[in-house]
């Protein structure tokens, strides 16, 4: 089971509409890469305190 022993759960959503509207739409791929770089550090800091980490992750794009 490879969320058996998790301590706590994430999820990051973007604002995209008003992100994308002010910054265009090469800002698209760059709100993942800011979302995938906060959840490595966590990943990193989880491991350098102790605890277990494991990402599950998922993506969804109603476009």
């Given at each position: ?29 760059r ?11 966590l ?11 494991t ?9």
């Amino acid at each position: 089971d490879i969320a058996g022993d998790g301590c706590f759960s994430l999820g990051m959503v973007a604002h995209f509409q008003p992100t994308l509207r002010d910054k265009h739409i090469w800002m698209y791929p760059r709100l993942f890469w800011e979302s995938g770089i906060l959840g490595q550090v966590l990943y990193l800091e989880a491991h350098a305190v102790g605890i277990s980490a494991t990402g599950i992750g998922c993506y969804f794009d109603d476009a």
